[in-house]
C-alpha cells in the first residue's frame, strides 16, 4: 500500500482548488493500491487557500521549530502544516503504507525541491514537512517524477 497526495487523484486540493491528477497514480488509488491524502487539507487549511513557503529552512526545520511556513499574506500555518503531516502519517500507518508519492515544490509533500520561502517562484533544495516526518518513520517518498522514471526502470528490467 502507498500514500498519495490527493491531487494525483484527481482531488481538486490544491491552494487554487485544482488538482494535478497522474492517471496512473489515480489508477493505483482506483484499484485500492494507494490511498490519498492531503497534508493541508487535513491541517485544517482551507480550499482553495493562500500559497505558503517554509521561511528558513525545510520541512526537517520545521519539525524541529527552527523554520516556519507562511503563508503569501505573512500569516504563520505552521500549525496546521505540522497537524497535516501528523494526520497524513497516522493515514499512512494504519494502511501500512512503506512507501508514499507526493507533489514535488510543495511545502508539504515536496521529496527534492521547495520554494525558498521568498514567495518570489525560486526553488531550492529541500523538503517538505509531511515528507520530513515520512521519511522520520521509515516511509520512503517519491515525487511524481522520480516514481514515474522508476516505472520506466521497472519496464526495462521486465524485458
Known amino acids: 500500500m502507498k500514500v498519495v497526495s490527493g491531487c494525483f487523484a484527481g482531488i481538486h486540493c490544491t491552494y487554487k482548488k485544482g488538482h494535478n491528477r497522474v492517471d496512473e497514480i489515480q489508477r493505483l488509488v482506483r484499484e485500492g493500491e494507494a490511498i490519498p491524502v492531503c497534508p493541508e487539507q487535513l491541517g485544517g ?3 482553495p487557500r ?3 513557503e517554509i521561511v528558513g529552512g525545510s520541512g526537517e526545520d520545521v519539525l524541529d521549530g527552527k523554520a516556519k ?3 503569501i499574506h505573512g ?5 496546521e502544516f505540522i497537524s497535516g503531516a501528523e494526520e ?3 493515514v499512512a500507518l494504519s494502511i501500512g503504507a ?3 508519492i507526493l507533489k514535488e515544490s510543495s511545502p508539504s509533500c515536496g521529496s527534492c525541491t521547495i520554494y525558498d520561502g521568498s514567495h518570489t517562484g ?3 533544495e529541500g523538503v517538505g514537512v509531511t515528507t520530513a516526518l515520512f521519511r522520520r518513520h521509515g516511509i520512503k517518498v517519491l515525487s511524481e517524477e522520480t516514481w514515474e522514471e522508476g516505472l ?3 519496464e526495462n528490467h521486465s524485458e
Open 75 to 79: 500569516k504563520d500555518v505552521t500549525e
Open 69 to 71: 511556513v507562511i503563508d
Open 45 to 47: 487549511l482551507s480550499t
Open 152 to 154: 520506466g526502470e521497472e
Open 50 to 52: 493562500p500559497p505558503a
Open 88 to 90: 497524513a502519517l497516522q
Open 122 to 124: 525560486v526553488k531550492k
Open 98 to 100: 512503506t512507501e508514499a
